[in-house]
């Protein structure tokens, strides 16, 4: 502090308020929050928030959402298909609750990829989430970021953008692109959001900085702002010190504890869910958008507990025993699928089948789903082809994924994939199109760039169409 050229009063503020305040704040929260501020307003919109349920790992499309009873035998799904609430619309019968509400989904058995790349989980997952090729020159950001940027939240004191819970590997696939990182999702945490005893990450207040102490470290900073301002910085601090206020107001907000406080939720609530981690995601979810976020993804693994020995790796990525009714195993012997449970075991379609129908009933008995655009995906589909391993392979030509709310018209499907589900052959769409359609939902203007920090016009959402029948 005796070197004159290091303590300049600005210097010293802010190197303070980075590591005075990190521990109890979270280093973006207040980048955040200012940038919020600087939404530009949208046009009249169908949408007013969205929910993508990313089921990653690349979910078997023949065995959910697209049922092939006609594919060759030795590869066919045992799964067959079921009736569902609409004649004519057949899911298979690892949806049996999902079925019952079918009148109200929007299913695209037509997604593909139509550049080579993108057939990985790291990449594939960053083309979900950005709606953008990762081959592009120019690294985009998230969808959830870029409708930060530009819409902001209804909720001062939560993030715009949140992921549940985001502990994954390919979690670590999200990205602010040209966007400052102050636009990054916010991640929950938690292994196993089941737990009584799980609480959010970050944006409550630790234990040993609640109560009197916090009420001291603002008044700190309120002190340090009355040292260090002079006329030529003033305005600057006090405009910074808005969204310090405003992130103070998220560690003591009652409204925000609430939004994450899952024991507030009815016994029937939690059971019509389900207990486990997953039925918890989901739920968090809505009470998230409840609460007022504008952009949620609910991001689910499994977690390894007692009742699922072997299960260290439960996602979708079931290159082998496919079909097994318990363990996939956990030596690496075959093709990589060790660590997971069968596809059609309760920790993995059970749950997901239960969890997605009571999210879609409890949104519209709430009154949110009317103006909620939920869309349920994976980064890409299985191979129609068994492989020697009794497994299904990454298959980027064809899979399914699904929308409800937001003036979507439920009971369709749209497109059309082969008779082994192998190559679309009608209504063909891209993630490209599913990221412009979530932009048209929200009523964003496209023609209209964002900018970089070195003020260079970016466009996006223009890679794609939108998916016409949704609208």
């Known amino acids: 502090m005796q070197n004159s050229k290091r303590f300049s009063p600005e210097w010293t503020r802010r190197k303070l308020l980075t590591t005075g305040t990190a521990g109890i704040l979270g280093v973006s929260l207040p980048e955040l929050l200012a940038a919020e501020s600087a939404r530009a307003a949208g046009s009249p919109a169908e949408a007013k928030r969205v929910l993508v349920i990313l089921e990653q790992g690349g979910l078997s499309h023949i065995d959910t959402w697209d049922p092939k009873p006609d594919a060759v035998a030795e590869h066919r799904s045992p799964f067959r298909p079921i009736s569902t609430t609409v004649p004519g619309i057949q899911f298979t019968s690892l949806l049996p609750r999902t079925a019952r509400i079918a009148h109200k989904l929007a299913v695209i058995r037509s997604m593909h990829h139509d550049k080579s790349g993108a057939d990985a989980h790291p990449n594939g997952t960053q083309y979900a989430l950005s ?11 998230d969808v959830g970021s870029i409708v930060a940027q530009l819409m902001g939240t209804s909720n001062r004191s939560l993030p715009p953008y949140i992921m549940v819970p985001g502990n994954s590997e390919q979690a670590a696939e999200t990205r602010t692109g040209f966007l400052p990182r102050s636009l990054s999702v916010f991640k929950t945490g938690g292994s196993d959001l089941s737990d009584p005893k799980w609480e959010v990450a970050d944006l409550l207040a630790r234990s040993d900085n609640r109560g009197v102490r916090l009420h001291a470290r603002q008044k700190l900073l ?3 702002d009355q040292s260090y301002a002079s006329e030529t910085n003033k305005s600057a601090l006090q405009g910074m010190d808005r969204f310090y206020e405003q992130a103070f107001d998220s560690l003591t907000s009652h409204e925000v504890s609430r939004a994450f406080d899952l024991s ?6 939690r059971d019509e869910y389900g207990r486990g981690h997953r039925g918890s995601c989901y739920l968090l979810g809505r009470k998230l958008l409840e609460a007022g976020v504008r952009f949620v993804t609910v991001d689910v693994r499994w977690p390894l507990t007692p009742d699922t020995p072997g299960g260290f790796n439960l996602n979708w990525d079931h290159h082998d025993l496919i079909y097994t009714p318990g363990s996939c195993g956990t030596v690496r012997d075959k093709a990589g699928g060790e660590g997971r449970y069968g596809i059609g075991h309760w920790v993995m379609m059970g749950s997901t089948d239960q969890a997605f129908a009571a999210l879609i009933n409890d949104l519209d008995d709430r009154g949110l789903l009317d103006e909620t655009l939920v ?13 020697k391993f009794a497994g299904r392979d990454h298959w980027t030509n064809a899979y399914s994924i699904a929308f409800a709310g937001a003036g979507v018209s439920g009971g369709q499907v749209i497109g059309e994939s082969d008779r082994d589900g192998g190559y679309v052959i009608s209504q063909a769409y891209t993630p490209e199109d599913y990221a412009t359609s979530i932009y048209e939902k929200l009523g964003i203007d496209r023609s209209k760039p964002i900018y970089t920090s070195a003020h260079r016009p970016v466009y996006f959402g223009h890679y794609g169409k939108p998916i016409t029948e949704l609208f």
Do not use: Y
């Not at 709606?131 to 950001?141: D, N, R, T, Y």
């Open 264 to 269: 507030a939720e009815s016994d029937g609530t």
């Open 131 to 141: 709606g953008v090729h990762p081959s592009s020159i120019l690294e985009m950001p």
């Open 375 to 387: 869309c349920f995906i994976s980064e890409f589909g299985r191979t129609p082809r068994l492989n």
């Open 222 to 224: 309120e002190s340090l």
